[in-house]
């Protein structure tokens, strides 16, 4: 799921002069478990990070929703080759803000919108470009379709969550190969993440701060709840005029900070 932050803009951001949200952990040695502990994306990892989305992303509904759209069938290579290269840079800027973890070289991966971390000139003026190429890279229903969920969302945003959305951190984006999932490796992330939360609350208040995450797939309430998500909110999409499908619901879900 886009990053609430940036929705038009899918680049990161990047502070040379704060600690980003997570913290290091001294090396371990490579066992089978320690495979399963996330760690920073590297430029490396890019490569393995876009097959994991291209292949998790097959089966989500909100996916098919946004992009299977009547006016995108049939071949379009300019449009598919530039898409590619705009994933590629948004995963370069993300390993540049230190902002995306992966499991096993990209089998999972997982970015944080860090409320925290003030953007530079460089990544804004980078996700202005992004949002540009976007825009062009999007045929005209897939737009309409994506100014739906957007509006949705802001508005549920809004009503639930209000201002305190800025205070809180956001898993923007948490996707797991499909040959690896049920083995426990989106849930190590996602448990990394809030271990550190304790840092960001001390930079928040004495009493630190909650997380959100938009889930896309009912598929998926079972396991953020096993995380300490709880659902706050319900919107639905498919209204856009050339979706023939089931209108799809999208949950906002919220973990208080403990």
Known sequence: ???????????????????????EEPPRKDSGRDRAVPRRMQYGDILTVYDTMHRANAGDPLQRFLLATPDSVGPH???AAARKALYYVQYATEVYARIAWVVQGGASYMRLGDPFQPKTWLTRAADRAAAAVLGWVLTKQQRARRAEFRTKLLT?????????????????ILM?????????????PLTRSFWHCAWVGKQADAHGVASFVVSSN???????????????????????PTWDGERVPVDLMVRKFE
Do not use: K
């Open 176 to 188: 797991t190969a499909p040959e690896c999932q049920g083995r426990g490796l989106s849930l190590a």
């Open 1 to 23: 799921m886009a990053e609430l932050r940036r929705r038009d803009a899918p680049l990161g951001a990047h502070s040379d002069s704060q600690e980003t949200l997570l913290t």
């Open 156 to 172: 549920a945003v809004h009503a639930r969550l209000g201002d305190g959305a800025r205070r809180m951190v956001e898993v923007a």
């Open 77 to 79: 290579p300019i449009r």
């Open 218 to 240: 009912v598929a998926n309430r079972g396991f953020y709840r096993a995380c300490g998500f709880e659902i706050v909110e319900t919107f639905w999409v498919g209204d856009e």
